[in-house]
């Protein structure tokens, strides 16, 4: 570790929105990260979420040594960590969320005072740790059966049904329950582990598989694994799965992990990962990580996908056999630009991570599958966006800024279409204000200046002041910046939608709405966004007959496009059709994606005398096969009493 507190350190520092006098902040270079990714100390850096006070004491490095107990639904073993602390500083502060802590000492065998404070029920609680003058400390602990960022599967909630399975999901702040550090986005950590599981069983994470020597070769009958991570990293990143998993490369840098009965499929519809790769870096700038991987997880994953670096978990519904859903996987990859090389550095600004991972997502299709396409998803998400203003209470709401303020509230909050659309937003009337080779030539160069670093709003507004508007204060004045971050609504210089994205279908949807015949000609010639675009356009209010004639004609019940069957039941349940009943409780009881399962069990809860009994007799069902970040949404609705 290089010698901290060094007077060129602490001079760059204050170049760096008043970035903390802590570590080496060397800027990053298009090819390198820093050693140690600074700290800020500005207002707006401080983290709500964290029990961590990094501008003391932070975490610069995690080494975990953990044995996987499939049957005990446990890790244990310990997590070294390296600490980078102020002079006189004592002790450093983590986070915990239910960690059963045996002991913590210096590395040399000499035990330390630790002390758990008072649990926040959504934060955890913090872990104060005496250190004296260790700048190295082991935590001997155990993770709880019922830890939050960790799924366990049994064999039968598997595809294969084989072994069991185990996967996490860090992001927000559920990290902290399986992994003892500071499990804020804006301390960037490298990492080294090594995993033990049970002969038969194959351990990935989301690094670069570690071929250094271990010393502490497997018990028999174990398995043994060993990854790290070279770059500082925001700790929702570090990611584990174990379970049957086999692998198959896509490209020189490319490939997918999944169940042995999934691969194939996983394989088709993954075909051009190397391409998307290759059309983000060509506007982006390199692809800093090594591999892209992806791990096809069993239905229970919660989200669409997760950009853990180096591997992206995604869930098996984007399979559909036609790759019209792989603009998941394009959101992901470019994830590896905004969100894990320029992280938020606190929840409430969320939108640096998701917004221009949109736009980015949709640039990339673009280059890819065409103009057209991507201006309807483009059409789409602004939908999605003013659905989510409206939700959020109307265009006045402050929920509806793109910074928000998340004091003593979930960071999940935050995770709505106001970051992801209205950020996209922001970005497309940039592009569309200075011109889209000017644009593209600037966020090159704003993931350069910020690589493997926290950012806030406000140094996102700086550096595009400093490097895009330079001082044109006709320009400033025309893009309204603080207006689109800090303001709620969309501004009038938003780019509207193209009118013409989806005129057949809305013809369609017309004709339709007038008593005319399901076409089902043209339902086979569109693509999925298209037949989006003419189901979610469709009167809310149908007969059974009509109904009918919809699912008869375009085979709706049993569609296995996971975004056609949701849009689909959403219909259904909204006028009580019978019929479409087998087709739900098979969706729900073999699919754990949060998007698509709270809606429908809301919508049915909310429906006293028709839905809720169904979805009364569904939930104690499907709840086994959901991940806590879904039932922890869905137990309100007090559906298993």
């Not at 400093?466 to 210089?493: C, H, M, S, T």
Request: net charge neutral; aromatic share 8%.
């Amino acid at each position: 570790m290089r010698k901290l507190f060094t007077a060129a350190a602490v001079l760059l520092a204050s170049c760096q929105q008043g970035a903390a006098p802590q570590g080496n902040t060397a800027a990053a270079t298009s090819t390198s990260a820093p050693a140690i990714a600074p700290i800020l100390s500005t207002p707006d850096a401080a983290d709500p979420h964290s029990f961590a006070k990094p501008l003391e004491a932070r975490v610069t490095h995690v080494a975990l040594d953990l044995d996987v107990d499939m049957a005990g639904k446990r890790l244990a073993g310990t997590a070294a960590l390296d600490i980078d602390a102020r002079p006189g500083v004592s002790a450093i502060t983590l986070d915990d969320k239910g960690l059963e802590i045996a002991s913590i000492d210096d590395g040399q065998g000499h035990a330390l005072a630790f002390q758990v404070g008072a649990v926040d029920p959504k934060l955890g609680a913090p872990l104060t740790v005496r250190i004296g003058a260790a700048r190295k400390i082991v935590v001997h602990y155990k993770s709880a059966p019922d830890a939050s960022a960790l799924q366990w599967l049994t064999p039968q909630q598997t595809v294969g049904r084989k072994l069991p399975f185990l996967f996490s999901q860090g992001e927000s702040i559920e990290n902290r329950s399986w992994i003892p550090t500071q499990d804020s986005p804006g301390v960037r950590q490298t990492w080294e582990a090594k995993i033990t599981v049970p002969a038969g069983f194959t351990a990935v994470m989301s690094g670069q598989k570690d071929d250094r020597a271990d010393p502490a070769p497997p018990l028999p009958g174990r398995a043994r694994f060993a990854y790290r991570m070279v770059h500082p990293v925001p700790s929702y990143g570090i990611a584990i799965a174990v379970g049957d998993l086999a692998f198959r490369s896509l490209g020189a840098r490319t490939g997918v992990w999944s169940e042995p009965a999934t691969l194939d499929a996983a394989a088709a519809e993954l075909g051009d990962s190397e391409k998307m790769v290759s059309a983000a870096e060509a506007l982006y700038g390199p692809y800093r990580w090594g591999r892209y991987d992806v791990l096809v997880l069993p239905p229970s994953f919660p989200y669409g996908g997760m950009e853990n670096p180096n591997m992206t978990f995604l869930t098996p519904t984007f399979i559909v056999g036609d790759k019209s859903l792989v603009s998941l996987v394009a959101h992901e990859l470019a994830h590896s630009w905004s969100g894990n090389l320029a992280t938020n550095t606190t929840w409430g600004d969320i939108w640096l991570n998701e917004g221009m991972t949109t736009y980015a997502e949709r640039r990339i299709v673009e280059s890819l599958y065409g103009k057209k396409v991507a201006a309807q998803q483009v059409a789409l998400g602004i939908e999605s966006q003013n659905q989510a203003i409206e939700e959020a209470g109307g265009p006045a709401n402050p929920d509806t800024r793109l910074h928000q303020s998340l004091n003593g509230r979930d960071p999940n909050d935050a995770l709505t279409d106001i970051a992801y659309e209205k950020g996209a937003a922001f970005l497309r009337m940039i592009e569309a204000t200075v011109g889209r080779d000017k644009f593209d030539a600037y966020l090159k160069g704003y993931f350069d200046r910020h690589a493997f670093q926290p950012v806030t709003s406000s140094i996102f507004l700086a550096d595009i002041r400093a490097n895009l508007v330079k001082n044109d204060q006709f320009l400033e004045q025309k893009l309204r910046l603080e207006e689109w971050i800090y303001k709620p609504g969309i501004p009038a210089n938003a780019v509207p939608a193209d009118p013409t994205a989806f005129a057949q279908q809305d013809k369609s949807v017309a004709a339709f709405g007038a008593g005319g015949a399901p076409d089902r000609a043209a339902w086979n010639r569109w693509t999925t966004d298209e037949r989006l675009q003419f189901l979610t356009h469709l009167p809310r209010k149908l007969s059974a007959e009509r109904l009918a004639a919809l699912d008869d004609g375009f085979g709706l019940s049993v569609s296995h496009n996971s975004e056609i069957r949701f849009a689909w039941l959403d219909l259904a349940i909204a006028n009580r059709f019978d019929p479409a009943r087998a087709s739900l409780d098979d969706f729900l009881l073999s699919n754990g994606r949060g998007k698509f399962v709270k809606p429908l069990f809301v919508a049915l809860a909310k429906d006293t005398a028709w839905g809720r009994p169904i979805a009364a007799a569904l939930y104690p069902r499907a709840r086994p096969l959901y991940h806590p970040l879904v039932t922890r949404a869905l137990d309100p609705l007090n559906l298993t009493k």
